[in-house]
């Protein structure tokens, strides 16, 4: 059990860092905003055909990608 703990907050740590280091990289080097944001989000909903608003399938509802 110890080890298991010891994992969870080392990888967390880990994870938290990268993440911090990401969004650094992302806002000094690219200074990307959040329609940058909304835009990869929408061109990763569509190459995953995941849909997050409602059960329909993702074909059905999806609007063209800048349209939201």
């Given at each position: 059990?110890?080890?298991?703990?010891?994992?969870?907050?080392?990888?967390?740590?880990?994870?938290?860092?990268?993440?911090?280091?990401?969004?650094?990289?992302?806002?000094?080097?690219?200074?990307?905003t959040?329609?940058?944001?909304?835009?990869?989000?929408?061109?990763?909903?569509?190459?995953?055909?995941?849909d997050?608003?409602?059960?329909?399938?993702?074909?059905?509802r999806?609007?063209?990608?800048?349209?939201?």
């Amino acid at each position: 059990m110890r080890f298991i703990g010891r994992f969870m907050v080392e990888f967390g740590l880990l994870s938290s860092v990268f993440d911090v280091l990401t969004f650094a990289v992302l806002l000094g080097v690219f200074q990307a905003t959040v329609d940058v944001a909304d835009e990869c989000d929408e061109r990763i909903n569509c190459l995953t055909l995941s849909d997050d608003r409602g059960d329909e399938p993702s074909s059905v509802r999806r609007p063209p990608l800048g349209h939201r």
